[in-house]
């Protein structure tokens, strides 16, 4: 069936309420104004305020509060406005989700699933367009997913509620309103596997989040008129990596193009090329090549934001460069 | 009671400046469900005296090198042991670094606790956490984020749980009087009040956060007054006075069990040590201000009055301290002999399951260990096993 990126999500936060009474939304506007992205439309009315409940403006109080809450038996769904705001409970979650479970030796859990949307939002300046999800796939003890298709977000979500670790689910504003083909019934995607977005021979171009409908699929089509063949590997799972995935469409292109809309220092891109370096030099007919976001604080001017995103025409470029064109 | 109550509901402003300054005076006795009976007191006091001793045993244990870092209870103990005496054993304690004693008191092991103090292969943590970081989840007692407040809105959020699921858990928070300027100290009171969570809020006001004194923490009055402003009642009390902390946390814990919502409680205590072994407190404290305290040191200020209502003895005494001081270093070789933690469990607990690439590198780990023969010497000090 046709769902709109929110709406998948939507039914994924209903379905596993509806399955597990351990579930349960907090955030700030996620029950009676249904969500700031509307994620959430339907679901005080359908589950109470007891499951889904408005918190006080305080990330750190609702991410902490999440916290106590996993390690004492519920599974929580804790919505951020944007990541941009999580940035004020990063110490519940490197500090405290990411090492309870390895502090205590095992003892006690933190099944708590933080989502929210990331990177550029259309117009909105430096602090609500950043694409934050190195600083969290840097975290051992954290799981780091990014869904770019309806069909991803439900079953990402999905599975990270049933996830016994801490997740952290990045989605984009500009992608709730996409529309995309969501399979019927129970849709689970496993966390940790990429998934082939196009097949294709010569060029491996990896990406993750809006980054594959806004820009990636649209170069790989136009370089397809040309006569190059891009295969595009959604990663989907930022941590743990499908490091199987990446190297065996490597060893096929002997190319790799990363598209990553974060900033390009100390990024999930730059892990990725000393992955391919460390396990596929062999492969490698050419440099790994990057497209990043321009390694600066975004714009509120519409043609300054669409300049520092990577574009059709950087990744086009990108792609003609490793084929030496 | 000792206690100045600061109540969430409208008080004259001078009435509240006087109710708070009225707060050690001694405890009239009354007969209620707040109060100890004598085999409680003697329970209380034996858990006091066990942590004291520990303590004591540990900071010189410190000093010769045989661990790493201790931060003792000394001088709070009637704040700790007396506060977690109010809870049921399904209750939690999300505690802050000095409450280590509770933990013993509510059942957990001496020689597991001490290998958590050594870091060794007896530790349930897997000599994972600094020592007063230790947890116990058979005692429902979590582990102490090092990040000052940061345990306080976990606190509020397990009570908030419990609520949720009709269970008629609390929680206790412990926190220290600087907690009290961190963010998370107003996160958590302002959730716990607005959801009416089932918390208690001890702060161990023990006057120094390191060299910093408590009034230049808070311009506050007291600590308990700030309960008012986010709608829960305040309460404030003579912390080194078992009786009257228990009663006071007692009456909290009641309250939140029965649907009452959150309670600050303010138990005003002395440190009568240094912050940690890292710490020399001469350096920026008077020493009168120290033997003040000492003078109402509250194990010997229990020790008498429990001798005083006829529930112990000089002798009793005695017997008590030479068996807890045999339990104790009798726990302390058996501890100390045990070998330290298996490389292979430093991959262990990242995850609920280990991750590819986390058996990537165990095995890289091994071959390399393998290589060196057995030893990985790293770049750090005492890193050679």
């Known amino acids: 069936m046709e769902l709109s990126y929110r709406e998948a999500l939507n039914q994924a936060l209903a379905e596993e309420m509806e399955r597990d009474g351990r579930v349960f939304l907090m955030g700030e506007e996620v029950a009676r104004y249904n969500g700031a992205y509307k994620v959430s439309q339907g679901l005080l009315d359908r589950f109470g305020s007891a499951r889904v409940v408005d918190a006080p403006i305080s990330e750190a109080g609702f991410a902490g509060l999440g916290i106590g809450a996993a390690m004492t038996g519920l599974r929580p769904v804790i ?60 975290v051992p003890g954290l799981k780091v997913v990014a869904a770019a298709t309806p069909a991803d977000a439900k079953g990402l979500l999905k599975s990270a509620i049933r996830d016994e670790n801490p997740v952290m689910m990045f989605e984009a504003e500009l992608l709730y309103g996409a529309k995309g083909e969501v399979p019927e019934g129970e849709h689970l995607v496993p966390i940790g596997k990429a998934d082939i977005k196009r097949p294709g021979s010569q060029v491996t171009v990896l990406t993750w989040g809006r980054m594959l409908t806004a820009c990636v699929l649209p170069a790989a089509e136009a370089l397809a008129k040309e006569g190059i063949d ?96 | 009671m000792a206690r100045a109550a600061v109540k969430a509901k409208p008080s004259k402003s001078a009435k509240s400046k006087a109710a708070a300054k009225r707060t050690l005076h001694a405890v009239p006795r009354r007969a209620d469900p707040f109060t100890l009976g004598g085999q409680q007191k003697v329970e209380v006091y034996t858990s006091m005296l066990r942590i004291r001793l520990l303590d004591e045993r540990m900071m010189t244990l410190q000093r010769q090198g ?43 092991p001496l020689v597991p606790y001490l290998a958590q103090v050594f870091g060794n292969s007896g530790d349930i943590t897997k000599g994972r956490q600094m020592p007063s970081h230790p947890a116990g989840r058979a005692v429902n007692q979590v582990s102490w984020g090092s990040c000052i407040g940061s345990q306080l809105p976990h606190a509020m959020g397990a009570a ?9 858990t609390v929680v206790i928070g412990y926190l220290g009087d600087g907690a009290t300027s961190s963010n998370d100290f107003h996160v958590a009171m302002n959730f716990a009040a607005v959801f009416q969570a089932p918390v208690v809020f001890v702060c161990q006001n023990n006057h120094w956060s390191i060299s910093i004194p408590t009034h230049k923490q808070t311009a506050s009055e007291s600590i308990a007054i700030k309960a008012k402003a986010y709608g829960m009642p305040g309460v404030k009390v003579d912390g080194n006075d078992a009786d009257a902390v228990y009663a006071a946390v007692a009456e909290a814990v009641a309250r939140a069990r029965s649907g009452g919502g959150p309670t600050l409680v ?63 270093n009798a726990a302390i070789k058996t501890a100390e002999a045990l070998p330290p933690p298996d490389h292979d469990t430093l991959f262990e607990d990242v995850y609920f399951d280990l991750p590819w690439h986390l058996q990537e590198q165990r095995a890289q780990f091994k071959a390399a260990l393998q290589r060196a023969g057995g030893s990985l010497a790293g770049a750090l000090p005492g890193s050679a096993h």
């Not at chain 2, 908030?160 to 008629?168: E, F, N, S």
Request: charged content about 25%; some cysteine; glycine content about 6%.
């Open chain 2, 266 to 328: 303010e138990c005003e205590t002395y440190r009568m040590g240094a912050h940690s072994s890292s710490d020399d407190p001469t350096r920026y404290r008077d020493q009168a201000e120290v033997d003040a305290w000492k003078k109402r040191d509250p194990i010997e200020g229990y020790r008498a009055r429990l001798i005083a209502e006829g529930h112990w003895s000089a002798k009793k005494d005695e017997a008590l301290r030479a068996e807890l001081l045999e339990q104790i």
């Open chain 1, 79 to 138: 919505e951020m406005m944007t990541w941009n705001f999580a940035i004020l409970a990063l110490d519940q979650i490197m500090n405290n989700a990411a090492k309870i479970r390895h502090m205590s030796g095992g003892q006690l859990r933190c099944p708590i699933v933080i989502r929210g949307p990331s990177g550029a939002g259309g117009r909105l300046s430096s602090q609500h367009s950043q694409a934050l999800e190195a600083q969290y796939a840097h």
């Open chain 1, 230 to 325: 891009v295969e595009v590997v959604d990663l989907r799972s930022l941590r743990p990596l499908d490091e199987e995935t990446i190297l065996a469409s490597v060893n096929k292109t002997n190319r790799a193009v990363i598209v990553e809309e974060a900033w390009p220092f100390a990024s999930v891109g730059a892990s990725l090329v000393d992955l391919i370096q460390s396990k596929a030099f062999d492969a490698l007919d050419a440099p790994v090549t990057r497209v990043n976001g321009l390694d600066i604080n975004m714009a509120y001017a519409a043609n300054l934001e669409r300049a520092t995103s990577p574009s059709v025409e950087r990744i086009v470029e990108a792609v003609h460069h490793v084929l030496y064109r």
């Open chain 2, 66 to 108: 045989r661990i790493g870092f201790y931060g003792t209870c000394n001088g709070q103990e009637a704040a700790t042991i007396a506060s977690a005496y109010a809870l049921r054993a399904s209750d939690w304690i999300v505690p802050a670094l000095r409450e280590a004693g509770a933990m013993l008191m509510r059942g957990f």
């Open chain 2, 160 to 168: 908030w749980a419990a609520k949720l699921q009709g269970h008629d």
